[in-house]
């Protein structure tokens, strides 16, 4: 299996809008990072508000939906994990 590493398959900053309404349901990893207010992920278990200056880390295959109210400066990576065991990962997240 080697040794676990992350690749880092994109990285950038926009403003996002209320076009962000998307499934976040993929086989990579996420880190968000929002300048304001206005940015949520909507999940299972309810909503959760994308806090301004506060790092998110969105799991890959998560059940969640983003969205956003208003404009909102946006900083995302997208990450694969490698190596990593399935198993491990669960319990560990």
């Known amino acids: 299996m080697g040794i676990p590493a992350l690749r880092l ?15 976040l349901r993929a086989d990579f990893w996420r880190l968000y990072l929002n300048r304001e207010a206005g ?11 994308l806090l ?8 890959a295959g998560c059940e969640a939906r983003a969205v956003c109210a208003r404009p909102v400066r946006h900083l995302y990576a997208h990450i694969e994990l490698i190596g990593w065991s399935t198993a491990w990962v669960a319990r560990s997240f």
């Open 39 to 49: 940015a949520a992920l909507r999940h299972p278990g309810g909503t959760t508000p």
């Open 9 to 23: 398959l994109a990285v950038g900053h926009e403003i996002i809008d209320s076009w962000w309404n998307m499934s």
């Open 52 to 59: 301004p200056d506060s790092c998110w880390l969105v799991p």
